[in-house]
């Protein structure tokens, strides 16, 4: 990759690293009494499984000059690159996270590649560490807030302290809709990794709305239980955006019609959805970097 293309990538010194391991985690979170254990496991993972891996994919890839196709089939993050990324996001070294993410990026892979095809998998992943009782609340918690980290390193919205006044989720249930638990879940894993959470359960589309008049929010995320109530999630989020004081709100669904088929997302006029709550964590993120973008471009 050229030199121009490195150099938009911001600096990121040790100090600035050191820093935001504790950016992004309610307080209460952040406490880890193994980290020479983790350490000397993420030195174990680099040698015997990231390095062999590039020099694979060098001996591979380089010298036979494949076409284009298989080139980029070759560079998309692979389940290995996901389970391996896990790995490294459960250590304590977040230094070793954004140089993983940099070599995948200097392979060529796109930063909204890495999302959908890494860090986004990546959280789900997590959440079915979590659900199989391979890590705890805590484990996914700190992981998760590293990985959205990892996304606001790359996105460049790390470095504004004025924007964490601005990482506001809305979550509510789909008016109608009579299950919290989804909305509950969501919530406790944003509020772990750093959000100001206002959660919505009245489930009234105008309690909902006035919700988003009333206050700025980054993003609003909306549980679905039933494909019944489809309709009323329409007209829902046509009514959000509309009436919400940030006129670029991201909006994120989820349930299980969501996960059975993340295309609905779009057809409910969503801008993402997320299958669990940890990668509801990194989904906000993204949509929060992608909602302040905006707001800089109208503003220049």
């Not at 993983?100 to 990026?105: D, E």
């Not at 980290?149 to 979550?171: E, G, Y």
Request: aromatic residues 6%; negative net charge.
């Amino acid at each position: 990759m050229g030199q121009a293309a490195k150099a938009a990538f911001p600096a990121i010194d040790r100090q600035s690293l050191h820093r935001l391991e504790t950016h992004f985690i309610a307080s209460d979170i952040y406490r880890r009494d193994d980290v020479a254990a983790r350490q000397v496991k993420l030195a174990r993972l680099i040698s015997n499984k990231v390095i062999p891996q590039l020099l694979r994919i060098h001996a591979d890839v380089v010298p036979d000059a494949p076409p284009i196709e298989e080139i980029i089939k070759a560079l998309a993050p692979s389940n290995s690159d996901i389970t391996d990324l896990a790995d490294i996001v459960l250590g304590s070294d977040l230094e070793a996270a954004v140089a993983y993410i940099i070599v995948l990026r200097d392979r060529g892979v796109a930063m909204e590649t890495l999302f959908v095809e890494l860090l986004e998998p990546t959280a789900r992943y997590l959440g079915e560490m979590w659900d199989r009782d391979e890590c705890d609340f805590i484990d996914v918690t700190l992981g998760v807030a590293r990985l959205q980290k990892l996304l606001a390193i790359f996105n460049n919205t790390h470095h504004v302290p004025s924007l964490d006044k601005r990482r506001q989720v809305l979550m509510a249930m789909t008016p109608g809709d009579q299950h919290s638990f989804g909305v509950t879940m969501v919530e406790r894993f944003l509020v772990a990794a750093g959000w100001e959470v206002h959660t919505e359960l009245s489930g009234t589309v105008e309690d909902v709305v006035t919700a988003a008049k009333e206050g700025w929010f980054a993003v609003a995320g909306l549980t679905l239980a039933s494909d019944e109530m489809i309709d009323s999630l329409k007209s829902t989020i046509v009514k959000l955006r509309e009436h919400s004081q940030n006129r670029y709100i991201g909006i994120m669904v989820g349930g299980p019609c969501f996960t059975a088929n993340p295309a609905l997302a779009k057809e409910v006029g969503a801008d993402a959805t997320a299958p669990n709550a940890p990668s509801a964590v990194v989904t906000a993120q993204k949509l929060f970097d992608l909602s302040i973008a905006a707001s800089h471009r109208m503003s220049s």
